[in-house]
């Protein structure tokens, strides 16, 4: 079953706020929200998570909706070396690192 | 910085032989993965392991077995390998919690003839 629905594509232009979405309408209680990110013949980087509160570190922005069923990964200034593949994933806190990933946004960042 | 190291980025080999895919990890990490990639299908989990000689099937463990002897590495084995196996394969590692923070390798693409 998928956990979480995220669009196939979106572009951003350079120097502009990438706001990707992720739909997760059946989060449970303990599970968490993580973002990572695939570029072009690289392993999948971690990029952030988040429970219920907003979470910002050096790389991007993680806002979600109050009843937890969507949130938001923001790239507050995209540059040429952000396209990649962004996964969203849920996952329970306590269920070691087993994750899943889906299809993912594929994000090019247009000059 | 954490490094995950795989032995190989290209691998070519023939049907019937036996393949092995190294990786390992400078972190001390208890986690490690592997995983395979394939157009259309994203990344699918093969085989984990949560602790030395220890070892957990994934969703396609089919075809694939693992050993993990020492901590730091985790290697994957194609008993015999067979033109399905072609793909692109994953290794990670991670500490568990929370932070969920996996470390991925560069990856080893395995193209079977």
């Known amino acids: 079953d998928a956990k979480t629905t995220q669009p196939p594509s979106m572009d951003c232009a350079e120097g502009r706020a990438a706001n990707l979405p992720c739909n997760h309408s059946t989060i449970s209680g303990n599970e968490y929200v993580y973002w990572y990110r695939q570029i072009h013949s690289q392993g999948p980087q971690y990029i952030i998570h988040?429970?219920?509160n907003n979470e910002t570190n050096e790389m991007a922005s993680l806002i979600i909706t109050e009843d937890r069923k969507s949130s938001t990964l923001i790239l507050p200034h995209a540059t040429l070396r952000d396209t990649a593949v962004y996964y969203c994933?849920?996952?329970?806190?306590?269920?070691?690192?087993?994750?899943?990933f889906g299809p993912g946004t594929r994000l090019s960042v247009l000059p | 910085d954490v490094k995950v190291t795989q032995s190989s980025r290209y691998l070519v080999k023939r049907t019937g032989e036996k393949v092995f895919l190294e990786c390992v990890q400078d972190m001390d990490h208890e986690n490690m993965f592997w995983y395979r990639q394939d157009p259309g299908l994203g990344l699918r989990l093969i085989y984990f392991?949560?602790?030395?000689?220890?070892?957990e099937k994934g969703d396609i463990p089919e075809g694939y077995s693992v050993s993990r002897e020492k901590k730091e590495r985790f290697s994957l084995i194609l008993e015999s390998a067979s033109t399905n196996q072609t793909s692109m394969y994953l290794c990670?590692?991670?500490?568990?919690?929370?932070?969920?923070?996996?470390?991925f390798g560069e990856g080893s693409r395995l193209t079977v003839l």
């Open positions: 988040g429970l219920k």
């Open positions: 392991s949560y602790d030395v000689k220890m070892k």
């Open positions: 990670a590692s991670g500490t568990g919690g929370a932070s969920g923070e996996l470390f």
């Open positions: 994933i849920v996952r329970p806190f306590n269920y070691g690192q087993n994750f899943v």
